[in-house]
């Protein structure tokens, strides 16, 4: 199962940190995505990563403020926020996808659909 965790309250501007905890069966040939959902919207892509952490992709909105990590060691990926943006509200789920255990294919990771695996979301609100 996956768990997301680190959500909270900040201002525009600052940071925040999300983690998401991998355990129960073996994700290591499962790549690892982010998604987030606000409220009245569709779930979108964040940013997505290999274990080995090679090849790693983005969505527009986030990139340049977004890290995604992983740490196979302690089966945990993160996602470090910076210069958060109150559009940036939204309930943040990890999810793990077979297709991308290798290469974080462009083409592909952005889709819900190529996710095995969800975690339950963590909520971060972005205060103006």
């Known amino acids: 199962q996956l768990q997301a965790s680190g959500g909270g309250l900040v201002q525009a501007g600052g940071s925040l940190t999300l983690s998401c905890a991998a355990s129960?069966?073996?994700?290591?040939?499962?790549?690892l995505g982010w998604f987030r959902q606000a409220p009245g919207k569709e779930r979108e892509f964040v940013a997505a990563?290999?274990?080995?952490?090679?090849?790693?992709y983005y969505a527009d909105s986030v990139k340049g403020r977004f890290t995604i990590s992983s740490d196979s060691a302690d089966n945990m990926v993160y996602l470090q926020m910076h210069s958060l943006k109150p559009e940036d509200t939204a309930v943040y789920y990890c999810?793990?996808?077979?297709?991308?255990?290798?290469?974080?294919?462009?083409?592909?990771?952005?889709?819900?659909?190529?996710?095995?695996?969800w975690g339950q979301g963590t909520q971060v609100t972005v205060s103006s």
């Open positions: 129960g069966r073996t994700f290591s040939s499962y790549g």
């Open positions: 990563t290999t274990w080995s952490g090679d090849t790693s």
């Open positions: 999810a793990a996808a077979r297709t991308i255990g290798d290469y974080v294919d462009p083409r592909g990771c952005t889709s819900i659909e190529e996710y095995d695996y």
